[in-house]
């Protein structure tokens, strides 16, 4: 297979004579330029031959490729199992910019006009450690928010409205990271179904933004509105302070399975972009129906050349790259870390200071690859997310029914410290980006209300969506008047956002969670555009309360270094922007084997100091007490440390200004289920 030419830039670019379009295809025999009327996108009004060029780049131009002018191609080429051509179609441009629908399975690309005016705006270049990111829907966030115009809600620009801004920036969370933007469709199976893909994870174009979130006025202008609106919208953001982080979805295509719709890279050259066994059949590692073959070297560039895009001409600063394992696979299938995708993306020159974030998984052999991505990757960490659940949960619901925990607390202290046992030395803590929740599974809410998942309203009788939730209703499922059930909810949540916010790691929260918004137990609610999803705006006292915390949380990870170092610390070294952790039982004394292990011991005392090489010197403590009792607890004595100030407790419901000072070898009281942090006085 021939190489696309490097640095050819495929897609359409503009001239003074109209336009030139370039499209790579290695077996196609003919591919043939249509452009529509701009009234009429039906009509064609030219017709162009394109011409094989080096590396099997077709290029042909037209005067009538004007701004605003729809466009698609049609591609002819040999018959047999792997190919899937037939000159008749009409096919999206992979590179088009601009996307209008023309029927179920029918697309084309408009070209748009490309300059813009960012005023002088920047990208905020926050460094990861010090990221809080807010992991979001555009049109489920501010659909229902009343502070914004109603024009503008569920849109690029109710994103951008000072509204949101403000809410997100008392929040304290420095990126929003979107759930899909690039223009997207549903599934025929779902559309039956009365349902659609919500979430977005059926991409049809990779560099157009997805023209339903734009609002009605910019889709009525047209793509390139549409184009411009969301820059607007990003430009607002960072003038706030803000990052944009975008979930994205490189490892399969709206094109399903065989005998799926042929909108793009099917008709193009379906042998070279999807992975494929030799009579056709594909190899499906998504669970989506098609791969994309990132054996091949048109789809690395594909990758690259989208994130390119988005990062330097709509200014993003961050991406997410969904079942990522799978961009790692080599052409004989098999994951590895070395893939010339994963550090090309790193090494690229276009994308220095850009977040690459791995959701580090997908459902192939092998597809299990948390921790393994390599240096200059952030990877999402569902260890994390497993084991918090366990201890501040699972655990609870054995003791109740055993009378002990299932668990010690030494995991839950490896995953608070950074997962040094999941990420290499050379990586750091940083490279975990640590969650509770996501889109994908319970909400925070819900994590503490059901025992099991409540899908019916997908459609599929109750068969989609993970059983393994690790979740406790602690004594109801669902709603309940029980005043001491929801108490205890109520601090649960408390303990999962202060265990997610004070760990070494990146965290990431979901959006409502702050909030304890519920899904009703649905825990797969990707099909679902409607009040399920979109955020609630309506705040009773609990609500507010916990929204509250959250920002109260924020803030003490913000001020205090030593809970987000950038490396590990090595015993007898001086690692800058490292913590150098000490830990401590119930008594003040050093944890011993029982200690760690014993699911009867599950009181820690943990101390954290940094080692500054940007900002002050810092050092707190953390008391975690993860059983139903109360426990008196022994302030250690800690070389440098002659004192503790107490700054937020999960007993409360809300944060109080405690400042209460205690000495080394003071006691204090911890309640059931329950943290307490504290900074420390003293010399480094």
């Not at 399975?257 to 066994?277: E, H, K």
């Not at 309940?480 to 649960?492: L, P, V």
């Amino acid at each position: 297979m021939g190489d696309p030419v490097t640095g050819a830039q495929l897609g359409v670019a503009l001239t003074e004579h109209g336009g030139t379009l370039r499209v790579w295809s290695e077996n196609a025999s003919v591919i043939e330029l249509c452009v529509f009327d701009r009234a009429d996108s039906t009509a064609v009004v030219e017709r162009v031959l394109l011409t094989r060029g080096a590396g099997d780049v077709w290029e042909g131009a037209s005067q009538r490729l004007v701004v605003g002018a729809p466009y698609a191609i049609r591609v002819d080429g040999p018959a047999g199992p792997r190919h899937a051509f037939d000159p008749h179609d009409y096919l999206l441009d992979p590179y088009a910019k601009g996307v209008v629908r023309m029927g179920e399975n029918e697309w084309r690309g408009v070209v748009v006009d490309e300059a813009f005016d960012w005023g002088g705006s920047r990208k905020p270049g926050h460094s990861i450690d010090t990221s809080v990111i807010y992991e979001m829907h555009v049109k489920g966030f501010s659909q229902l928010n009343p502070a914004v115009p109603e024009e503008l809600r569920g849109t690029y620009a109710g994103l951008a409205h000072p509204a949101s801004i403000e809410y997100l920036t008392g929040l304290g969370v420095t990126a929003v990271e979107l759930l899909p933007v690039h223009h997207s469709t549903s599934e025929p199976r779902l559309t039956r179904l009365g349902l659609t893909n919500y979430w977005g994870y059926n991409t049809v174009g990779f560099f157009a933004p997805h023209a339903p979130y734009a609002t009605a006025a910019s889709r009525q202008a047209g793509a390139g509105a549409v184009l411009n609106e969301f820059k607007g919208m990003v430009r607002l953001l960072h003038e706030a302070g803000l990052e944009v982080w975008l979930d994205v979805v490189y490892n399969h295509t709206s094109e399903l399975g065989v005998g799926g719709p042929r909108t793009s890279f099917r008709g193009i050259d379906n042998s070279a972009y999807y992975r494929q066994l030799d009579d056709g059949t594909y190899y499906d590692v998504t669970g989506c129906g098609n791969t994309v073959d990132f054996g091949q070297a048109v789809a690395r560039e594909l990758v690259r050349d989208s994130v390119r895009y988005w990062a330097n001409d709509c200014q993003v600063d961050g991406f997410r790259f969904d079942l990522a394992a799978t961009l790692g696979r080599d052409e004989n299938g098999a994951f590895t870390r070395d893939h010339p995708l994963l550090n090309g993306l790193v090494d690229d020159e276009r994308l220095q200071g850009v977040k690459l974030i791995a959701e580090p998984w997908d459902v192939g052999l092998g597809g299990w690859q948390t921790g393994n991505f390599p240096s200059g990757w952030s990877e999402w960490n569902d260890r994390y997310r497993d084991r918090m659940r366990q201890f501040w949960l699972r655990d609870i619901a054995d003791a109740r029914a055993n009378g002990v925990a299932t668990t010690g607390i030494g995991g839950f202290a490896t995953r608070l410290a950074g997962s040094s046992n999941t990420f290499s030395g050379d990586r750091g803590p940083v490279e975990s980006i640590n969650f509770v929740t996501a889109h994908d599974g319970f909400t925070l809410a819900d994590l503490v209300a059901y025992d099991t998942k409540h899908n019916v309203a997908n459609g599929e009788f109750n068969r989609d969506g993970t059983d393994n939730n690790r979740s406790f209703n602690h004594g109801a499922e669902g709603p309940t008047d029980d005043a001491d059930i929801r108490s205890t909810r109520r601090r649960a949540m408390r303990n999962l956002l202060g265990t997610l916010l004070l760990s070494a790691g990146v965290p990431m929260l979901n959006a409502g969670d702050e909030f304890a918004r519920t899904q009703h137990g649905n825990n797969n609610a990707y099909c679902h555009d409607n009040d399920l999803t979109w955020l609630s705006w309506e705040r009773d006292q609990d609500a507010a309360n916990l929204q509250a915390v959250t920002a109260e949380l924020t803030r003490l990870r913000r001020e205090n270094p030593a809970v987000r170092p950038v490396r590990y610390a090595v015993l007898g070294e001086h690692i800058p922007e490292s913590s150098q952790m000490d830990w401590y039982d119930a008594a003040g004394g050093t944890m011993d084997l029982d200690d760690w292990q014993s699911p009867a011991a599950r009181t820690l005392q943990y101390i954290a100091s940094s080692t500054p090489e940007f900002e002050g010197f810092n050092r707190i403590l953390l008391v975690v007490h993860g059983l139903e009792t109360e426990v008196e607890v022994t302030l250690p004595l800690h070389e440098g440390v002659d004192g503790y100030e107490l700054l937020w407790a999960s007993d409360d419901e809300s944060p109080k200004p405690h400042g209460e000072r205690f000495a080394p070898g003071d006691v204090v009281k911890l309640g059931p289920t329950s943290m307490q942090f504290f900074v420390c006085g003293g010399r480094p």
